[in-house]
């Protein structure tokens, strides 16, 4: 029988503005919720993540989260940058030619920069709990829905940009633990997505921590 894993599909690094999360974080939150890989997903940039999966030792999925022209996608699994601001289905098609899979993150997420209905069969997966979306339970519910509509996998992650948050959501697949067999296990729906919204607590840690970072970049 296949070993199962536990991953975070969505966290945002150092590399991200808005994120406080070091290579050490990953490796120490990890382990903490007994993660057995992480898909980093900065802002429309990939360098960050390809450099942190060659510096520690934990399986690194190189993502990227793209801002298109109508609400964000994560590519899962590329190695090179995706243009920003083209539609919808050119972003999917650009991370379909990487070698990637188009996930509808955070669809109906408010604040967000979320795809609403703008999703199509051509996704691979669609993002159905993330712990950082609002409100947690509609969101939930609604991308449940049209994932079972369009008969797409479901994946999770928290969209962390601060390290407690790392593994809050999570996915468990049917998979052994290296990328391929975990991007084949998504496309053949071997994935089982769980997970809750971030703690208030983490909420405000994490406004005070951007602020902090804001504050060091102005001296
Ligand atoms: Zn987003
Ligand atoms: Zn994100």
Redesign the pocket.
């Known amino acids: 029988m296949k070993k199962q894993v536990k991953v975070d599909f969505?966290v945002?690094s150092h590399h991200s503005s808005d994120s406080t999360i070091t290579p050490k974080d990953l490796v120490k939150y990890a382990k903490k919720r007994s993660l057995d890989a992480i898909a980093i997903?900065d802002h429309n940039q990939i360098e960050g993540a390809l450099d942190i999966a060659k510096k520690i030792d934990l399986l690194i999925i190189p993502s990227t989260?793209i801002s298109t022209k109508s609400g964000?996608i994560v590519g899962l699994n590329v190695r090179k940058i995706i243009p920003r601001g083209l539609r919808v289905e050119d972003t999917v098609d650009c991370i379909h030619d990487a070698g990637g899979l188009a996930v509808a993150?955070h669809p109906f997420a408010w604040f967000k920069g979320s795809l609403g209905n703008n999703i199509t069969e051509n996704f691979d997966a669609i993002e159905t709990i993330n712990s950082s979306s609002f409100p947690f339970n509609r969101c939930k519910g609604k991308a449940t829905k049209i994932a079972e509509k369009l008969n797409l996998a479901q994946i999770a992650g928290t969209?962390a940009h601060n390290p407690q948050s790392i593994g809050l959501a999570y996915s468990v697949l049917e998979a052994k633990p290296n990328i391929e067999d975990i991007t084949k296990a998504i496309l053949e729906k071997r994935s089982q997505s769980f997970g809750n919204p971030l703690p208030i607590s983490v909420r405000i840690k994490q406004q005070f921590l951007l602020l902090n970072k804001y504050l060091r970049f102005r001296k």
Do not use: Q
């Open positions: 969505h945002h997903a989260e964000h993150c969209d």
